[in-house]
């Protein structure tokens, strides 16, 4: 039989089969073996067949969220799979999310061509100095071509607006630990109950609430797919010449540039850096571009973005 998986806790799956069963399954310990280097070589999202309470075969994916193993330097963790859209919940405080992390979430959902809204939460925290950090923030995405949204999870502002943008459709909730994921979800899902911590004094950053991936039925049809919050996104398996097309201005200026192959780093004749100085392209985006082009330094993805 075959069916969808709705949860991972790491060790075990539950499968929601075609005709309605849910069903706790294992894998094979070969099955580990095939196809992509990953942790997890089922994830939530996938289609499978299943066969006594293992699972047998995966259906080809149409897209994925994948990002290095926090432990494993050689293989890949995939976040999800076969998702029409990615909410990237990120707040100028408390904690702070930094450009970088954001940046490299956007190119990987970019190589998987998933769309993704930056929902920019805890808006109600914020001073006018804040204010002022969100309203050029979200100008800078916008202006790139990326859908945001300013809400509060805790309040409920903008979050009604949400829902149509979810009916019917297959959506990835993903960002760092504390941003309000599962308060989010609390408000989106009536009955859901997701457990919510605060945030560390000490650090400003959050404590993981959710530790395994489910799928979650949206009232209004659709799926949310929650995830554990994550602190660095390590991209796993690009090669430095294709991160350009990933980052959309920096796409855009390159065909511009006198040589085929410019890295966009110190090349004469080069339209990215010449963007750059003539403020078409924001040095937050260069500057992630250029660490994503020096991952391939092995430890570098282990550090917090």
Known sequence: MTGLVIKNTGSWYTVLTDDGQTIDCKI????????????????????????????????????????????????????????????????????????????????????????????FNKADLLDDDGRHLLDLMQNLYQTIGYECRAISAANGDGIEALRPLMKGKITLLSGNSGVGKSTLINRLIPGANLRTAEISDAHNTGMHTTTFSEMLPLPDGGWLIDTPGIKGFGTFDMEPEEITSYFKEIFHFSKDCRFSNCTHTHEPGCAVLKAIDDHYIAPSRYQSYLSMLEDKDEDKYRAAY
Request: without cysteine; glycine residues 4%.
């Open 28 to 119: 094979k310990g070969n099955f580990r073996l095939k196809g992509i280097r990953s942790t997890n070589p089922v994830a939530v999202g996938d289609r499978v067949s299943v066969a006594d309470a293992f699972i047998t075969a995966i259906e080809d994916r149409r897209n994925y969220i994948i990002r290095k193993s926090q432990n494993l330097s050689k293989q890949s963790h995939i976040i999800a799979a076969n998702v029409d859209q990615a909410f990237l919940v990120v707040t100028i405080t408390q904690p702070e999310t930094s450009t970088t992390f954001i940046d490299r979430f956007l190119a990987s959902a970019e190589a998987y061509s998933v769309p993704v809204v930056l929902l």
